[in-house]
């Protein structure tokens, strides 16, 4: 489609934009991670810092708890995002390749543990770890993230499943395969994009988790980012320059995840939300 310069113009400034929007607010963390606390306070703001400092880095790094709570959303992130992968895929699969009786509804269940509100599952939750013994533990974290990640893992991986033909794995059956062959040699390779955006998602969804991570982890040996970033406020002040520095840390490897893996995320998620 042909497209005349001004229109060209107007989307080229419309896209630049919206970028700046949506950059700006990293831009602002990473400018006021570097500033002293004065300038912090200055009105009206200063945009380039005039004694930029890595105080506030040094202080995340070396006299908080920060290091630690990194440490335990990653075994708690990468823990919970493996199991919700491992999970969706067979649920999928079962959805999209086989009929049984009251399939839809079961599909429907699925969804309904997505809908649910968080302020509706938190009472259960707790009771049901604290039976288990399961509170302040990683554990306990890693079932809670696969509970609200599944149902929409599964979703979006069936939608994926369905699409690919289904004559490529009765090809693979003919020639001997087993199910669990053809899953693993066939679908799952051809699943990449979805298998990505899936594990995106989950990543996410738990990396920057607050309420359960507030309700389920009271020591600090098993806290997670989200709920660190709240020791810097105190009764009467609040230390932004290491707010700000503990998020740029915080806010760096889900950037890396995302951009390196892009494409196949995108391609991912409009394979899911178009084919079924």
């Known amino acids: 489609m042909r497209t005349s310069p001004l229109a060209r113009v107007i989307i080229l400034i419309s896209s630049l934009l919206v970028v700046s929007v949506c950059l700006f607010p990293f831009l602002w963390m990473g400018i006021s991670s570097i500033k002293v606390l004065r300038e912090l306070y200055t009105v009206p703001p200063t945009w380039i810092p005039h004694t930029p400092t890595l105080g506030n880095y040094k202080t995340v790094l070396f006299d908080s708890n920060i290091p630690r709570y990194f440490l335990n959303s990653v075994v708690i992130s990468v823990g919970s995002t493996l199991l919700a992968l491992i999970l969706a895929v067979f649920a999928s699969y079962g959805f999209a390749r086989f009929n049984f009786k009251g399939k839809p509804y079961y599909q429907s269940f699925v969804l309904v543990g997505q809908l649910l509100p968080t302020a509706a599952i ?101 806290k997670t980012l989200p709920i660190g970033l709240a020791e810097f406020t105190t009764e009467f002040n609040t230390d932004w320059g290491a707010v700000m520095a503990a998020s740029m840390i915080m806010t760096v490897p889900i950037a890396v995840l995302f951009l390196s893996m892009q494409r196949l995320f995108v391609g991912g998620i409009m394979a899911g939300a178009t084919k079924g």
């Open 122 to 222: 938190i009472v259960p939750l707790f009771v049901t770890l604290r039976y288990l013994g399961l509170v302040n533990t990683y554990l306990g974290l890693i079932l809670v993230y696969m509970i609200i990640t599944l149902p929409l893992s599964v979703w979006m991986l069936t939608s994926y499943f369905k699409a690919i033909p289904v004559e490529l794995e009765e090809a693979a059956i003919i020639d001997g395969a087993s199910r669990l062959g053809v899953l693993f040699r066939i679908t799952l390779p051809l699943s990449v994009p979805g298998l990505v955006a899936v594990m995106v998602y989950a990543f996410v969804t738990t990396w920057n988790e607050f309420i359960f991570a507030l309700c389920f982890a009271t020591d600090s040996s098993v």
